[in-house]
């Protein structure tokens, strides 16, 4: 393929046989006799002046223009080039979008991406739109779109990146190894995450995160969670039901403690319920207390495991060590605390059943009895007052 | 309780009775002490502790519903709440343990009369229960109003309300604050429990308080809109003779009026005790529709 001719190359080549390689280059100098002239236009008005400088130093370069113009033979050419197709030289990327989501965009497909074509730069050029710290502005300029994410039933997802621990370090540190839009979703064969080739779709999702972060993979993998959805149960959780897919969050964060507890109750509500009535939920619902205990912090995140196995935090073996990590001091009978507890069911915790059946016993009858003692003595007193008396 | 000691000021006191079995029409009202001062602040301690412990303790209890994470919020969250909580709880403890080494005190040692039986004591007798029983009939217009002694038994159900609930809940908060030490003498489904018991009797406090003692005590015709007496201390003679007649000839009888004589309550101390009483009840009223609403909407 010609892109692979280097310009040094290409000079060299030059220097030597000045007869045998003048044709080509002429043929790029006679077309920028003409389109070398800055603000040329055609009949529509559009730009088809090219910045020579600029074109030369693109990664096309070397290129003549007629590589990639094919249509113009010579001059007079045809007043309306054919389109590019760029697939000539990139014919994998070319495959890929073909049976991607983009595959139907009414744009030049590779343009609306890697921008001006006399421009091109490698995607290890900071200037490029593709360099890794550009991408998410690259794809925002659609994705960030909202009239354009309704149209084609999109969540618009930009802004949600941008303010997610990923967007973050691309924007604030400039990290290139943070994720942006193409580390999960894909450069040029983005697949709909219903598709089960891609990498978003649901069973793919833990080893796609899995990329970068492999040591949490491992644990979730090990875990109950893990352990059925590589048998293919698609209702258990995969990362991005706990932390979402754009909006993610650090998970340290006040934010994202005090709200990730319902995410594991949408499964688990029977615990989610019961949960909610003990003090541990009463001190994260009123907030300003992050430490309370969450799931995880019992349960583990990632590497969740029943009671029953000895190396879950929750087997009675470990619970002084799990337990003694906020309570200190937890000691054997502490550790007995049942934090699922359910006063309403008799059969799984029956004192806790009956005490609370006593107490709304002695609630009710004390407030019946004063209920109706106080009543009939207003209504006496009013009679009485009534009456004449003053008091009653 | 005892009669109130010999701290009443006498210098604007009165000619006594000159027979008991006589009481000539003074010119003007003669007021009677009811409550000592310490008595009074033991009230004010334990219903301005109560009013933060309830409004702190039903913002957990109701820790879903939007008013409790509002109000929670306002004062910095769920440690701002405990705080106050946990602060107030304290204070009130103290307050119960100097009462009860109070009641010892005068009862056991000093052999004060009147503590643990008589009919100056708060311990229920055979009389509360036929007055019980009276007045339910007076109320449905079936026989003469009860004549009370010091303490009617609607008077000391409240105080034993009061005092056992401070030993359930009390001893309940601390089981769960104190958690681990707890723990070494109490199995863990104790833990359990303790917060059952204590957010129930926690609930049953506040309703009682709110609804029902708000009403027999200050709200009811008889003393509407409220009952200065747990305020100033004092009470007039026509009240006096009205609400507790078998006290008042008891203390006439005994020729005792001169020890409990005292001077009208000054204007300071009645404004006084309406801006905080009504302030408590304001707060109370508010806490109870809360409560019920949170209880019954969810």
């Known amino acids: ?392 | 309780m005892p009669e109130p000691t010999a701290t009443i000021p006498v210098a604007s006191v009165p000619e006594p009775e000159p027979s008991p079995a006589l009481p000539p029409e003074p010119p003007r009202q003669r007021w009677f002490l009811r409550f000592t001062l310490a008595q009074r602040y033991l009230h004010a301690v334990l219903f301005t502790t109560f009013l933060v412990l309830a409004a702190t303790g039903m913002v957990m209890r109701f820790s879903g519903s939007i008013w409790a994470i509002r109000l929670a919020r306002q004062v910095g969250g769920f440690g701002a709440i405990l705080f106050f909580h946990k602060f107030c709880a304290l204070i009130l403890t103290l307050a119960f343990l100097i009462h009860v080494r109070d009641i010892f005190a005068r009862g056991l040692f000093k052999r004060e009369k009147g503590i643990f039986w008589g009919p100056t004591s708060m311990v229920a007798n055979w009389k509360d229960v036929k007055d019980l029983f009276a007045h339910f009939r007076w109320f449905l217009g079936m026989g003469p109003k009860p004549k009370f002694e010091r303490y009617a038994y609607w008077e000391k159900f409240d105080y034993w309300a009061v005092f056992w609930g401070m030993v359930v809940i009390g001893f309940s908060g601390y089981a769960m604050w104190f958690a681990p030490t707890f723990a070494r003498f109490l199995p863990g489904w104790a833990l359990n429990a303790a917060l059952i018991i204590h957010s129930e009797e926690g609930l049953l406090a506040i309703l009682f308080i709110f609804a029902i003692h708000f009403v027999n005590t200050h709200l009811r015709p008889d003393s509407f809109p409220m009952d200065y007496v747990i305020f100033t201390g004092r009470e007039s003679e026509e009240e006096f003779k009205h609400r507790r007649p078998l006290e008042y000839q008891r203390m006439l009888a005994e020729g005792r009026s001169a020890t409990r004589i005292t001077d009208a309550p000054p204007k300071w101390l009645i404004n006084f005790s309406r801006v905080v009483g009504f302030t408590a009840i304001l707060i109370g009223l508010t806490l109870l529709i809360l409560a019920l609403s949170a209880y019954f909407v969810g």
């Open chain 1, 1 to 392: 393929m010609k892109k692979h001719f280097s310009i040094g190359l290409s000079l060299v080549v030059f220097a030597l046989f000045p007869v045998w390689t003048a044709r080509p280059l002429h043929a790029q100098s006679d077309c920028l006799s003409c389109h070398g002239t800055p603000g040329m236009t055609d009949s529509s008005g559009k730009s088809i002046s090219i910045d020579a400088d600029k074109f030369h130093s693109s990664i096309h370069g070397s290129l003549t223009c007629t590589n990639c113009h094919t249509n113009v033979k010579g001059y007079p050419h045809a007043a309306n080039a054919a389109q590019v197709d760029c697939s000539t030289c990139h014919a994998d990327e070319a495959s890929g979008l073909g049976a991607s989501v983009h595959a139907k965009a009414s744009d030049h497909p590779c343009l609306s991406c890697h921008g001006d074509p006399h421009q091109i730069v490698p995607k290890t050029d900071a200037s490029s739109p593709v360099y890794p710290l550009n991408i998410p502005k690259t794809c925002g300029n659609c994705h960030g779109n909202p009239a354009l994410a309704k149209q084609h039933g999109l969540a618009n997802v930009y802004g949600s990146y941008m303010d997610s621990i990923h967007g973050f370090a691309v924007s604030k540190e400039g990290l290139l190894v943070a994720a942006n839009c193409t580390s999960c979703h894909g450069s040029h064969g983005i697949l709909s995450h219903k598709d089960p080739k891609s990498p978003t779709y649901r069973t793919n999702i833990p080893g796609t995160c899995g990329k970068c972060h492999v040591g949490i993979n491992q644990q979730y993998q090990a875990g109950i969670h893990g352990q059925l959805a590589a048998k293919g149960n698609p209702d258990v959780p995969v990362c991005t039901d706990c932390h979402t897919a754009h909006t993610i969050l650090e998970p340290t964060s006040a934010e994202f403690r005090m709200q990730s507890t319902p995410v594991c109750g949408n499964c688990h509500r029977d615990k989610f319920s019961t949960y909610r009535d003990t003090f541990h939920s009463q001190l994260g619902l009123l907030g300003g207390y992050v430490q309370t205990a969450r799931c995880w912090d019992c349960h583990q995140a990632h590497d969740v495991r029943p009671a029953s196995d000895p190396a879950s935090p929750i087997a009675p073996a470990n619970l002084i060590v799990t337990c003694g990590k906020c309570h200190t001091g937890a000691n054997a009978s502490f550790v007995q605390y049942q934090p699922h507890a359910n006063p309403r069911n008799r059969r799984l915790s029956p004192a806790l059943y009956y005490i609370r059946l006593f107490m709304n016993l002695l609630l009710a009858s004390v407030l019946t009895f004063f209920l109706i003692h106080t009543v009939l003595w207003l209504v006496r007193s009013h009679l009485a007052r009534g009456n004449g008396g003053k008091h009653a």
